[in-house]
């Protein structure tokens, strides 16, 4: 007698949600027996839906009983999704930019192969603990990453939806890539950043832990999504390891075994600009909750200022490049300014003597031609006037006579009123040895 060994296998469901704020979905996601996947587009000309369902169309051909290695069917599944991104912006550049996260699991029956690159997330829930077995390829991610950010400090940083690496149809397409052994019971969920961002960790793992079924859970997330804000489009894939032997519950909305695909790829081939369209796909587990209907119907109109567009950054390193560029520049100037300050200070505890209208007068400050700022003003204004000086010293004091300090300055002032005094007098101005008519 041996114990019976569980055969695995997982319920599923997938529900999309356009959220509170937004008129189109731009995530896209699928479920089933095989492959649970998100996709989180965004970006170009509003094409974040087209680049979403464009890589969730490639994807989903993995549905199929998986013949070989998971890590290997994923790598090239990202790659050709990759290069139908590539295609689709060659034939219209005016979508180059769009870009979509993506995180799948690929299930072969013993082992599930994990890709992953972006913003989306993958959760496992097992034993009562929620781990997060994705890492968020994002500029906080990074930050925590090296210690100069904690992760509550990432969920308030205004570049935190700023993604280092998605799926842009470019060289640079390599995804996180990882096997997991499931164990009976783990609950996965796949989301994008409109659950994630909306609900934290411990609210997640409320749903996961204490939700009888992935279709009550995803309902329960998407609510609270909905009720954290729902700024963004919501998309929640589930999967629960179950025994494919015990009995299934037929009220479950993976109970026929049928792939569910939800958001922008679940809809109409993209519409031209101007159509309208609705992205409420609750309606795949309506059976199990009718009251979102009410919380879906409430939108709010769109902001003018999408924040979406942030996230667009097709080359997102580029802006620190300009930032960085922007704080030198800004040093620079700051460095310029104190030297002007000082060497401005320096200039008003400098003297001179010169004239002012025809008097000789005391300033201060330098003599000098700098174009719109007064390096000098008058300080004192004596009643010696220039007239009455003989020629070589009005010459001077025309050209100005630098003085130490203000005491220098005025030692001057009393020298030129002898001069002036002695020449003012006949008897003295023509005694030899005086400077007097002053032919020099
Ligand atoms: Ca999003």
């Not at 990759?82 to 005016?94: F, G, H, K, T, Y």
């Not at 192969?113 to 034993?127: C, E, K, P, Q, V």
């Not at 609750?282 to 979102?292: F, I, K, M």
Request: net charge negative.
């Amino acid at each position: 007698m041996s114990a019976h060994q569980p055969r695995l296998g997982y319920t599923y469901v997938a529900l999309s949600d356009v959220g509170r704020r937004r008129t189109s979905n731009q995530d896209s996601g699928f479920a089933s027996q095989h492959l649970l996947v998100i996709a989180d587009g965004m970006g170009g000309a509003a094409a974040g839906d087209l680049a979403s369902s464009e890589v969730m169309h490639v994807v989903r051909r993995l549905d199929n009983p998986p013949t070989g290695d998971v890590i290997e069917a994923l790598a090239g599944a990202v790659h050709r999704a990759n290069d139908r991104l590539a295609e689709v912006i060659e034939d219209d550049p005016s979508v180059e930019g769009m870009g979509t996260t993506l995180t799948a699991l690929l299930w072969n029956g013993t082992t599930f192969g994990l890709a992953h690159i972006g913003d989306s997330r993958a959760y496992l829930m097992r034993d009562g603990q929620l781990h997060q077995i994705t890492k968020d390829h994002t500029l906080v991610q990074s930050l925590v990453d090296e210690g100069r950010l904690t992760r509550e400090g990432a969920r308030t940083h205004p570049n935190r939806s700023l993604i280092l690496r998605v799926l842009l149809g470019r060289d640079e397409a390599e995804p996180d890539l990882t096997l997991i052994e499931p164990h009976l019971g783990d609950r996965y969920l796949l989301c994008s950043d409109g659950l994630s961002d909306m609900v934290d960790d411990d609210s997640i793992a409320d749903v996961l832990k204490h939700a009888p079924n992935v279709d009550v859970a995803a309902v329960e997330l998407v609510q609270r999504a909905l009720a954290g804000g729902g700024a963004d489009n919501v998309t929640v894939i589930l999967g629960e390891m179950v025994d494919l032997d015990a009995p299934a519950d037929p009220t479950l909305a993976s109970a026929d075994g049928q792939p569910m695909l939800v958001g922008a790829a679940s809809e109409q081939a993209r519409p031209g600009a101007g159509t309208t369209r609705t992205a409420t796909n609750l309606d795949v587990v309506a059976s199990s909750d009718d009251e979102h209907d009410g919380a879906v119907s409430t939108k709010v109109e769109p902001t003018p200022a999408d924040p979406e567009a942030l996230r667009y950054a097709p080359r997102p390193p580029r802006r620190f490049i300009w930032l960085r560029r922007l704080v030198v520049l800004a040093v620079i100037v700051g460095l310029l300014a104190l030297a002007a300050k000082l060497a401005y200070d320096w200039t008003q505890r400098q003297y001179y003597v010169g004239t002012s209208d025809g008097n000789v007068a005391i300033f201060r400050g330098i003599q000098a031609d700098v174009p719109l700022i007064d390096l000098d003003s008058v300080e004192e204004v004596t009643d010696i006037t220039v007239e009455s000086l003989p020629t070589f010293r009005a010459n001077q004091v025309e050209k100005g006579i630098t003085s130490t300090s203000l005491d220098d300055a005025r030692d001057t002032v009393e020298q030129l009123r002898d001069i002036a005094t002695r020449c003012a007098d006949p008897a003295q101005a023509n005694a030899p040895g005086t400077e007097c008519g002053g032919v020099e």
